[in-house]
């Protein structure tokens, strides 16, 4: 099954632009991943899904077009611009493998996003 | 406007059942995934298991031994039991909705606002 790997934090000033990433285990380099913000003591929101090709579907409700994705080899990228005290979250990638009895969903361990 | 509604004990002894359950309020019950996942504190999200409206179950391995996803489609609701519960059980579980389809199997688009369980003796 693999691995999605997130750096713990990350910064950013207000206005600024700021690229979280989430890294997948070799191998899994076609695998799409779903982000979700994760809002101070709030349950999780999903954000859009990404694969190589880019976007995936829509975005979540909500989700400002300051938001966008890329993806590129194993990495599965989310970019805000114009950083708003909003913004300040945990951020959570996952993704799904597996089909039947061996379906499973799998998380990276979140980044957290603070806004300066 | 879809809307999860969840609840259930929130202390538990070691060795106890959880059993949590998750209304769904508005929309579509047949046409989606229903999931529950949960986050030890300071931790990141894991994927506890999911069911759809005829009862079809996925587990977590890790947890699959202690686990069990049920429906009552006439209430538009599912539930979660988790037995032999420890304190490396305590964590905020939520339900969340599973999206159908080719392109967006799985995302999940709607959340509960968790439920706190602690584990303590």
């Known amino acids: 099954q693999p691995v999605l790997t997130q750096p713990p934090s990350a910064s950013a000033s207000l206005g600024a632009s700021v690229t979280l990433t989430c890294t997948l285990s070799?191998?899994?380099?076609?695998?799409?991943v779903d982000w979700y913000q994760q809002r101070p003591g709030k349950g999780p929101h999903f954000v859009m899904r990404?694969?190589?090709?880019?976007?995936?579907?829509s975005k979540g409700d909500g989700i400002p077009d300051r938001f966008s994705v890329l993806g590129s080899g194993l990495n599965r990228y989310l970019t805000i611009k114009n950083i708003q005290e909003e913004d300040e979250s945990d951020y959570h990638c996952?993704?799904?493998?597996?089909?039947?009895?061996?379906?499973?969903?799998?998380f990276g361990g979140g980044t957290k996003l603070t806004v300066l | 406007q879809v809307q999860l509604q969840q609840w259930g004990a929130g202390l538990l002894k070691p060795s106890e059942t959880l059993s949590l359950t998750c209304v769904v309020d508005?929309?579509?019950?047949?046409?989606?995934?229903w999931s529950w996942i949960r986050q030890p504190p300071g931790k990141g999200l894991e994927w506890i298991g999911e069911?759809?409206?005829?009862?079809?179950?996925k587990y977590n391995p890790s947890l699959e031994s202690r686990v069990t996803i049920s429906v009552d489609t006439s209430k538009n609701q599912f539930s979660l039991n988790l037995s032999s519960m420890t304190a490396a059980d305590t964590a905020v579980y939520y339900c969340?909705?599973?999206?159908?389809?080719?392109?967006?199997?799985?995302?999940?688009?709607?959340w509960g606002k968790g439920t706190t369980v602690t584990v303590s003796s």
């Open positions: 969340a909705r599973g999206k159908t389809g080719t392109t967006m199997r799985g995302a999940m688009d709607v």
């Open positions: 508005g929309g579509s019950f047949s046409d989606y995934y």
């Open positions: 069911i759809n409206h005829s009862g079809s179950t």
């Open positions: 070799n191998g899994y380099s076609n695998y799409k």
């Open positions: 990404v694969g190589t090709g880019g976007i995936v579907g």
């Open positions: 996952g993704a799904d493998h597996g089909s039947g009895s061996n379906f499973l969903k799998v």
